[in-house]
């Protein structure tokens, strides 16, 4: 999933009838599935090989099934080749995995103009291959160009060789601005995170904000049209997310 930066996202007036309680809930629905690629991201390489040459990002695993160490370096910045980030992206983690306990360290990860620092802990559960279930606990610091933001996360990811469904609970604090995300059964498959609108293809978002409660549908063909069903007080308008992220690339 291209990584669309929190808080940065510019919404504009888009459809007759949306409202400004809308275009919050959709921004925040956007930062909360960013930081929910990044944590499902990094969680994708806990069974990753190492990499040799010119692979974004490098790769370096060392100990065996059981306990290891995964290195995963962008450098000072390079085009990922694989994962669910299809920014550039620069700045390292490590993984660390011991008896299905892992632990993430990331070091100035940066995509889009965004730099994140913080860890993640949980546990991990069968194969890529076959199917990898990933449960975290995320506590991150984002830098961007605005007000630095601060978030707490939980994260549920089941992987499988075509792609993966993300569900998470957020809290995001940044500046005078805060919100509540819940995510259900967010799905995603890999080929769709590299076309030209990378969002999931079901699921949805819930995002309690001062004003109220937003709730944004992703649709089957989310990924080829960019449009998601925002609802507010019983009433439900289609907005275009692609539209409102095309800026930032």
């Not at 959709?26 to 806990?46: H, K, P, R």
């Not at 990811?157 to 469904?165: H, I, V």
Request: glycine share 10%; with cysteine; net charge negative.
């Amino acid at each position: 999933m291209k990584y669309f930066p929190p808080s940065v996202l510019v919404l504009a007036a888009g459809c007759g009838g949306v409202t400004w309680q809308m275009q919050s809930g959709l921004e925040a629905a956007n930062d909360a599935l960013a930081a929910t690629a990044l944590a499902s991201g990094s969680a994708s390489y806990v069974r990753a090989d190492a990499t040799d040459g010119e692979a974004c990002p490098a790769i370096v695993r060392e100990g065996d099934e059981l306990a290891f160490t995964v290195a995963v370096d962008y450098g000072d910045g390079c085009d990922p080749t694989s994962g669910l980030v299809a920014a550039r992206m620069s700045g390292s983690f490590t993984v660390d995995y011991d008896d299905r306990s892992i632990e993430f360290a990331l070091d100035d990860l940066s995509a889009a103009g965004t730099t994140i620092d913080g860890t993640l802990d949980g546990s991990a559960f069968g194969t890529a291959l076959d199917a990898l279930m990933v449960v975290l606990d995320t506590v991150l610091t984002f830098g961007t160009g605005g007000a630095p933001a601060d978030l707490v996360q939980s994260v549920v990811t089941d992987f499988s060789a075509r792609g993966g469904t993300l569900s998470s609970d957020t809290h995001f604090v940044s500046g005078e601005r805060e919100f509540d995300a819940t995510a259900a059964d967010v799905a995603l498959d890999f080929a769709d995170v590299w076309g030209a609108c990378p969002l999931p293809h079901g699921g949805d978002i819930t995002v309690t904000l001062e004003a109220g409660v937003v709730e944004v549908a992703f649709l089957e063909d989310t990924p080829s049209t960019g449009d998601v069903e925002v609802t507010f007080d019983d009433r439900t308008r289609t907005m275009d997310l692609c539209a409102y992220a095309s800026a930032l690339y």
